[in-house]
């Protein structure tokens, strides 16, 4: 699931895994898996029905949704299936490209995050500048985040690959200089999927508050209209940064413990890497694919209604399709019937 495992080093003892453990990992996958892939995907589907009247942050959410349904499909299920048969079961190729997309769902869904941070940011401290740049149809933010994403996730491309882990047994493991190339690798990896952008975030988030908070004090000394018409703020504008606080509170929730297990486990010898709390810790990450089309329903306005009524209207139609197909049925039995007595 991780870009780094606590035992992708070849270094690691080949040892029997703890299947009680190994049951609690696949639990824990499969419904994570499950809830993700339904949650984004009808989130994605709903905005792919409204692209005409698709709103910047609409944009965002869409893209958003995307990078974690790579992390469902592309990071998750592969560990899933990785869990359940014990070894990864495949080619050299196959392991390198699965590292690859896997450490991509990390990136993606977190430097949209980024980028959706920085664009709410523009949009209340630098308005004329936001709205310079949503006069051109490219995204140039998005495509940032996704470049930054396929170039960030390049080394995984090289450092993992099929190793014998045992006579006769490959696994897909990682290849280090040692003693020092763990460590090098997964604080590299920590500072640029977590500590920057939380860092970006953080100062975005900030500022906006401190904008926020000039605007009332300014409303508060009843200064003069076009002064505080200048200063205030749709509700529109309100739900969106409402919004963009609680993606990023999810996501910091979600992964600043799997960071601080991940820089434990490759800093203490001693850490406590097969225990359940150790392991739940470095699963629960995945969670944060499942918060973010919540959170989006929950300020969504009119989509969760609008969700509903599609899927009413898809079950409407199956619904009808399969009583056709049934009365249907039962006619032609009794005209066989009828026929045959005719006969």
Same mark, same amino acid.
Request: charged share 15%.
């Given at each position: 699931?991780?870009?780094?495992?606590?035992?992708?080093?070849?270094? =690691?003892?080949?040892?029997?895994?703890?299947?009680?453990?190994?049951?609690?990992?696949?639990?824990?996958?499969?419904?994570?898996?499950?809830?993700?892939?339904?949650?984004?995907?009808?989130?994605?589907?709903?905005?792919?029905?409204?692209?005409?009247?698709?709103?910047?942050?609409?944009?965002?959410?869409?893209? %958003?949704?995307?990078?974690?349904?790579?992390?469902?499909? +592309?990071?998750?299920?592969?560990?899933?299936?990785?869990?359940?048969?014990?070894? +990864?079961?495949?080619?050299?190729?196959?392991?390198?490209?699965?590292?690859?997309?896997?450490?991509?769902?990390?990136?993606?869904?977190?430097?949209?995050?980024?980028?959706?941070?920085?664009?709410?940011?523009?949009?209340?401290?630098?308005?004329?500048?936001?709205?310079?740049?949503?006069? *051109?149809?490219?995204?140039?933010?998005?495509?940032?985040?996704?470049?930054?994403?396929? %170039?960030?996730?390049?080394?995984?491309?090289?450092?993992?690959?099929?190793?014998?882990?045992?006579?006769?047994?490959?696994?897909?493991?990682?290849?280090?200089?040692?003693?020092?190339?763990?460590?090098?690798?997964?604080?590299?990896?920590? !500072?640029?999927? +977590?500590? %920057?952008?939380?860092?970006?975030?953080?100062?975005?988030?900030?500022?906006?508050?401190? =904008?926020?908070?000039?605007?009332?004090?300014?409303?508060?000394?009843?200064?003069?209209?076009?002064?505080?018409?200048?200063?205030?703020?749709?509700?529109?504008?309100?739900?969106?940064?409402?919004?963009?606080?609680?993606?990023?509170?999810?996501?910091?929730?979600?992964?600043?413990?799997?960071?601080?297990?991940?820089?434990?486990?490759?800093?203490?010898?001693?850490?406590?890497?097969?225990?359940?709390?150790?392991?739940?810790?470095?699963? !629960?990450?995945?969670?944060?694919?499942?918060?973010?089309?919540?959170?989006?329903?929950?300020?969504?306005?009119?989509?969760?209604?609008?969700?509903?009524?599609?899927?009413?209207? %898809?079950?409407?139609?199956?619904?009808?399709?399969?009583?056709? *197909?049934?009365?249907?049925?039962?006619?032609?039995?009794?005209?066989?019937?009828?026929?045959?007595? =005719?006969?």
């Amino acid at each position: 699931m991780c870009p780094l495992n606590h035992s992708d080093s070849v270094d =690691a003892v080949d040892v029997d895994r703890d299947e009680s453990l190994a049951k609690v990992e696949i639990a824990l996958l499969s419904v994570i898996f499950v809830s993700a892939s339904i949650l984004n995907g009808a989130v994605l589907f709903l905005l792919w029905r409204q692209r005409k009247q698709m709103s910047r942050m609409r944009v965002f959410v869409f893209h %958003l949704c995307l990078a974690d349904l790579v992390v469902a499909f +592309f990071q998750v299920c592969p560990q899933l299936m990785w869990d359940i048969t014990d070894r +990864f079961v495949g080619p050299d190729l196959l392991c390198r490209l699965v590292k690859y997309l896997q450490l991509l769902g990390m990136f993606s869904s977190t430097y949209m995050v980024v980028v959706m941070t920085v664009d709410r940011y523009q949009a209340v401290c630098n308005p004329m500048v936001k709205f310079q740049r949503e006069r *051109t149809r490219l995204n140039v933010p998005v495509c940032v985040a996704w470049g930054i994403s396929l %170039l960030g996730s390049l080394p995984q491309v090289f450092i993992f690959s099929q190793v014998e882990v045992a006579p006769g047994v490959y696994d897909c493991w990682a290849e280090f200089i040692q003693p020092w190339g763990v460590q090098t690798y997964i604080t590299w990896s920590t !500072l640029v999927i +977590f500590v %920057l952008p939380v860092i970006v975030i953080v100062v975005c988030q900030v500022r906006i508050c401190r =904008a926020i908070q000039i605007n009332l004090y300014r409303k508060a000394r009843h200064l003069s209209s076009r002064a505080s018409s200048v200063g205030s703020m749709s509700r529109a504008r309100v739900k969106t940064l409402k919004m963009t606080v609680f993606i990023v509170v999810a996501y910091i929730v979600c992964w600043a413990p799997f960071f601080t297990v991940q820089l434990w486990s490759a800093w203490d010898d001693d850490a406590p890497k097969e225990t359940v709390s150790f392991t739940i810790l470095m699963l !629960l990450a995945s969670l944060n694919s499942c918060a973010n089309p919540c959170i989006y329903l929950l300020f969504g306005g009119h989509l969760p209604k609008k969700l509903v009524s599609m899927l009413c209207q %898809l079950w409407s139609k199956e619904s009808m399709h399969d009583d056709t *197909t049934l009365v249907s049925t039962v006619y032609m039995s009794f005209k066989n019937v009828s026929d045959s007595k =005719a006969g």
